[in-house]
Structures are given as structure tokens and as C-alpha cells.
């Protein structure tokens, strides 16, 4: 069976539309590292199902799916309130606030949970910008 990400069959974005994720923070995290080894996977895309519980984690480095990540923050983890897909490139609010666009997926704790790393240009910590569980997170 061929991927198509693999493959690079796609020449231009095929989610024509799609749902944005909602969801809440279940868990605030602090801490930062410089070589965190994080492998993006190939595909630009996950599907995330309702009740599923994921990490975010912020780099500041400009990766994009099949780098390694090695410079980042922890974000926290969130609770998934209704199944949708979530593509590179989608735009991660919190509480309103843009904090980066997804940058890729790292499958290190699967079959747990989904590290979705963010790129963004301020590497600070969940904790850092004094976010709160239950604030809302909002990705697309």
C-alpha cells in the first residue's frame, strides 16, 4: 500500500474543508529543553477523536514533517471535545491567543497520546503564560 505523504502524491492541500478542533487543557506543563530529539512523523495530517487526550509542545525551530525537533517547550495536554482532522500548517489558539501553527506529529508515546508540535517564534512554557486547566484550545 503506497502513503501518500511518503509518496509526496500531494501537490497542493486536498482538505478542501474541515472542522476546527476544540478542546480543553487537562493538564498545564512547564519545562523547556534544548535537545529534546522529537521525530516529526512523514504525514501532515492526524485524526483526533472526541475524548482523546494529546500533548502539545512548542519549538521555536522552523521543522516541518520528517525533521527532528530538538529545541522546545511543553505546552500541556488537552482533551479532544469533538473527532476531526488536524493538518501542518493549522493555527493553535489558546484562551484566543495564536501561539504558533502545527508543525508536525511526533508518534514517541502512541499508542498514549499524539506530541503535536507547534511552531511557534516565543519558546515559553503552559505554565509560563499562566494557562489555567480548562482554558480552550481551538486548532485550524
Request: proline residues 4%; neutral net charge.
Amino acid at each position: 500500500m503506497t502513503d501518500p505523504y511518503k509518496k509526496r502524491m500531494f501537490k497542493s492541500n486536498p482538505y478542501a474543508k474541515k472542522k476546527p478542533l476544540k478542546g480543553n487543557l487537562v493538564v498545564v506543563l512547564d519545562g523547556k529543553y534544548e535537545k529534546r530529539g522529537l521525530q516529526l512523523i512523514p504525514q501532515a495530517s492526524r485524526c483526533l477523536i472526541a475524548n482523546e487526550v494529546h500533548e502539545m509542545i512548542l519549538t521555536d525551530e522552523d521543522k516541518k514533517p520528517g525533521d527532528n525537533v530538538n529545541k522546545i517547550a511543553y505546552i500541556g495536554f488537552f482533551a479532544v471535545k469533538e473527532s476531526t482532522v488536524i493538518i501542518v500548517g493549522d493555527e493553535v489558539k489558546i484562551n484566543g491567543q495564536v501561539i504558533g501553527k502545527i508543525a508536525g506529529f511526533d508518534e514517541t508515546h502512541m499508542p498514549n497520546h499524539y506530541n503535536i508540535v507547534i511552531y511557534g517564534t516565543d519558546r515559553i512554557s503552559g505554565n509560563e503564560r499562566n494557562l489555567d486547566l480548562n482554558d480552550e484550545v481551538v486548532i485550524g
